[in-house]
């Protein structure tokens, strides 16, 4: 079986009201608009079904909820799109093995509230927020709660990129160019909350805590070698008014840590950076994951090409199937197959 722990929906209450909002619709239109697998069902099993026991751990599309609703109906947008997921895994267990929850993370009270209502009445088998909350670093003191959570209830926290055109190239543009913004500025934004999380002193605290950062840990894997002697030099260059920037209370080597995260094969078929991401990662940290539906064929093109990368690298047939499946079902807690 190949569980697809990435890939991306709306339900379509929730979708509904996302497109009231003038922000949520102001950003996406153009790019959700046209791509009506995220909610049309009938379009998404027709699609499923060219690919022979594949299933679907639902997560939501962006944007995140904080930019859709101010802190005041954030929650209830949540509520909304939790409460829809759980709905398909119920009504499709058969092709929705498991969903993964939302939070409006500019709302910790009610987030940490609905973290507890996902899992314990809904069966949420994790939660997904973003690499960053309306442009606020994750490590900030007021997210620390949320990590709390997760460790003890011993479940993931899916990281997804997320960054708009107005975070620009270069300071003297107004606009980023050419979406330089999505393809270079997402693998930007998750491999610096990755590494703002890990000086925060997180694994630390919570050496038990699970982190999936979508894109298989993005720049971390390539860049090894700056991460690793790099950052074992941190602070010996740094001027002396700059070293309040650097300061830090590791327990290990920063290299480590980034190690602790987990990876999804959601890199659109491209086989080296597959490799590089399980060199780095090790095989039971990377799980199976597609991205769809955002490719040009909206909707099959990223899972026939993942398939065909894991396929084609030279692994063992047991690890092989961790990535696939196996990895996912110890994560998530899935049962086993029968």
């Known amino acids: 079986m190949k569980i697809d722990i990435f890939p991306h929906i709306f339900p379509k209450p929730f979708y509904e009201r996302m497109m009231q909002s003038t922000t949520g619709a102001g950003f996406m239109q153009k790019r959700v608009r046209g791509i009506p697998v995220l909610v049309d069902l009938d379009l998404r099993f027709r699609f499923m079904d060219q690919f022979p026991e594949y299933v679907q751990v639902l997560t939501l599309a962006a944007p995140p909820m904080e930019a859709i609703g101010d802190p005041k109906s954030s929650p209830e947008l949540a509520r909304i799109a939790n409460d829809g997921m759980a709905e398909l895994v119920a009504k499709h267990p058969d092709r929705f ?8 993370m500019n709302n910790m009270d009610a987030c940490l509230q609905e973290v507890d209502r996902v899992i314990t009445k809904l069966g949420a088998r994790g939660v997904q927020i973003f690499s960053n909350v309306n442009g606020r670093p994750l490590d900030e003191p007021e997210f620390r709660p949320l990590f709390e959570k997760m460790a003890q209830y011993d479940l993931p926290l899916w990281l997804h990129p997320t960054r708009q055109s107005g975070f620009t190239d270069y300071p003297a543009e107004k606009k980023s160019r050419y979406e330089m913004w999505w393809v ?24 038990n805590l699970k982190i999936i950062t979508h894109h298989l840990g993005a720049m971390i894997p390539y860049f090894e070698g700056r991460i690793g002697p790099g950052l074992d030099q941190l602070g010996a260059r740094t001027p002396e008014e700059d070293k309040e920037l650097v300061t830090h209370h590791l327990k290990g080597r920063p290299l480590d840590y980034f190690r602790m995260f987990y990876g999804d094969s959601a890199i659109f078929g491209a086989t080296a950076p597959l490799e590089c991401g399980l060199a780095f990662f090790g095989m039971d940290r990377v799980l199976f994951g597609t991205d769809m539906p955002f490719d040009p064929e909206k909707g099959t093109m990223f899972i026939r090409e993942t398939i065909r990368a894991v396929e084609s690298i030279t692994i063992a047939p047991a690890d092989r199937e961790k990535i696939y499946e196996g990895n996912a079902r110890r994560l998530l807690k899935l049962p086993k197959k029968n």
């Open 97 to 104: 093995p498991a969903f993964v929850a939302s939070l409006p």
């Open 184 to 207: 270079f500025g997402w693998p930007y934004e998750t491999s610096v909350a990755m590494g703002r999380l890990v000086f925060s002193g997180i694994f630390d605290v919570f050496p």
